[in-house]
């Protein structure tokens, strides 16, 4: 059973580009949720998400981020018009339920460097 | 919402010694403590969790104690080994609809032979 696939694991994006980050959950894996690992610095949650539905996006900046779970295909992580400060390792990690009853599992994360 | 605090942020142990790493939450109402290893430039993994109705829980060389009165968890290594050297995380699940997860900064454990 192959884990949570985050793709690309690295991404390079010069200001004002537009940054796509994806990710798989694992077989079986409805629950689709992004934290953002800044230098240094724990993980924070940005957005939870089922199949087609946000359920939680209280941690995404307003302007300029979203994120999306279709019913087919990886969820995707989008930023556009990117700036310095989004440079960050970004986590994607997927459950089989809730995580009220259901353990996190991550991915290897996409690293995005904007220069 | 929830607020996790974590103490050390580094912690340096002679191969053998065990370490201890301390967070704290503010929300009495969390139930669930999970802890995730992080080694470098790989995903963080859950090592060990703990839920409120029990006050400690182990699995071999780690175990993990919990002081709901306190509001504090601990994550204690013993006999470490150089392969502990990593990012420990904690964090505690928001009694919120569906169960958020609130991580704390983080603890790097430097195991020297």
């Known amino acids: 059973n192959a884990g949570v696939m985050q793709n690309p694991r690295h991404l390079v994006r010069r200001r004002g580009q537009e940054a796509r980050l994806r990710c798989s959950p694992m077989?079986?894996?409805?629950?689709v949720y992004w934290y953002r690992q800044l230098p240094e610095e724990g993980l924070k949650f940005m957005v939870y998400l089922q199949k087609e539905n946000i359920i939680d996006e209280s941690g995404m900046p307003k302007e300029r981020f979203s994120a999306e779970f279709p019913k087919e295909g990886p969820s995707i992580l989008r930023i556009q018009q990117v700036v310095r400060g989004d440079s960050a390792a970004y986590f994607c990690?997927?459950?089989?339920?809730?995580?009220?009853?259901?353990?996190?599992?991550f991915g290897n994360g996409t690293r995005l460097t904007v220069t | 919402g929830e607020n996790v605090e974590q103490h050390p942020s580094t912690l340096s142990v002679q191969e053998g010694d065990s370490a201890v790493i301390k967070c704290t939450y503010s929300?009495?109402?969390?139930?669930?403590f999970p802890w995730y290893k992080q080694e470098l430039g790989k995903r963080p993994q859950l090592i060990i969790d703990?839920?409120?109705?029990?006050g400690e829980k182990k699995d071999q060389r780690i175990a993990v104690t919990l002081n709901k009165t306190a509001k504090h968890f601990s994550l204690h290594i013993t006999e470490t080994q150089p392969e502990d050297s990593a990012v420990y995380f904690c964090a505690a699940r928001e009694n919120d609809s569906w169960g958020k997860l609130q991580f704390g900064a983080g603890t790097q454990v430097v195991v020297t032979p």
């Open positions: 703990i839920r409120s109705n029990v």
């Open positions: 990690a997927s459950s089989l339920g809730p995580s009220y009853n259901s353990p996190l599992h």
């Open positions: 929300d009495s109402a969390s139930n669930y």
């Open positions: 077989k079986g894996h409805s629950h």
